[in-house]
Nanobody, 119 residues
Framework: QVQLVESGGGLVQAGGSLRLSCAAS????????MRWYRQAPGKQRELVAG???????DYADAVKGRFVISRDNAKNTVYLQMNSLKPEDTAVYYC?????????????WGQGTQVTVSS
């Protein structure tokens, strides 16, 4: 199991930047694909960005060119750099660690951090 703690959320004006951090404990971090999800009020949780154990990254179309996901395996931390923020980026952002061991899937979540973008 991987325990995840997000930080870095807050209130920012449109056009501004924030960097989210997700600190992981447990030895499985390096074997986990790491993802950021978000959930806005009244909407379903959606995948924002992901980085694999090999460092490959992927982004939702809504954030391509504005957000950058990265991981530091030495610090057991994954980051989400968010630039050119828009009011529609307002949501609770969740960190996720995903891995498969044989037929078993492990899917761990943080508690979330609120990001609010004012217009």
């Amino acid at each position: 199991q991987v325990q995840l703690v997000e930080s870095g959320g807050g209130l920012v004006q449109a056009g501004g930047s924030l960097r989210l951090s997700c600190a992981a404990s447990g030895s499985a971090f390096r074997r986990s694909d790491m993802r950021w999800y978000r959930q806005a009020p009244g909407k379903q949780r959606e995948l924002v960005a992901g980085v694999t154990t090999e460092g490959r990254t992927d982004y939702a179309d809504a954030v391509k060119g504005r957000f950058v996901i990265s991981r530091d395996n030495a610090k057991n931390t994954v980051y989400l750099q968010m630039n050119s923020l828009k009011p529609e980026d307002t949501a609770v952002y969740y960190c996720n660690a995903f891995r498969r061991v044989g037929a078993i899937t492990y899917d761990d979540w943080g508690q979330g951090t609120q990001v609010t973008v004012s217009s």
